[in-house]
């Protein structure tokens, strides 16, 4: 079982950046695909990035690609999203999940994902 710890959130104005972490504690944090979503008021939590266990393969939303970046290291046990160029649309609620590798695995799919921390707020102004 992992718990996982969000954090970077906070108010920033259009066009700046900021760097999401989330920390994962328990052990063998390698091994799990992570993702971030987010979720907006009135909206369902949508993906936004993902990496896989050893950051071979990341994967982004459309809305996001070019702007964002998710990245990981393994021996902090932490995974981050770089968020560049942010526009107000970007605001919401940012949530960090992990995934037990498989077969299946889709990262875009909520489902795919068995732990999730408890969020941190941007907020993008124009």
């Known amino acids: 079982q992992v718990q996982l710890v969000e954090s970077g959130g906070g108010l920033v104005q259009a066009g700046g950046s900021l760097r999401l972490s989330c920390a994962g504690s328990?052990?063998?944090?390698?091994?799990?695909?992570m993702g971030w979503f987010r979720q907006s008021p009135g909206k369902e939590r949508e993906f936004v990035a993902a990496?896989?266990?050893?950051?071979?393969?990341?994967y982004y939303a459309d809305s996001v690609k070019g702007r964002f970046t998710i990245s990981r290291d393994n021996a902090k046990n932490t995974v981050y999203l770089q968020m560049n160029s942010l526009k107000p649309e970007d605001t919401a609620v940012y949530y960090c999940?992990?995934?037990?590798?498989?077969?299946?695995?889709?990262?875009?799919?909520?489902?795919?994902?068995?732990?999730w921390g408890q969020g941190t707020q941007v907020t993008v102004s124009s």
């Open positions: 328990g052990r063998a944090f390698s091994y799990y695909y």
């Open positions: 999940a992990a995934a037990n590798p498989h077969s299946g695995y889709s990262p875009p799919t909520r489902g795919n994902y068995d732990y």
């Open positions: 990496i896989r266990g050893r950051a071979t393969d990341t």
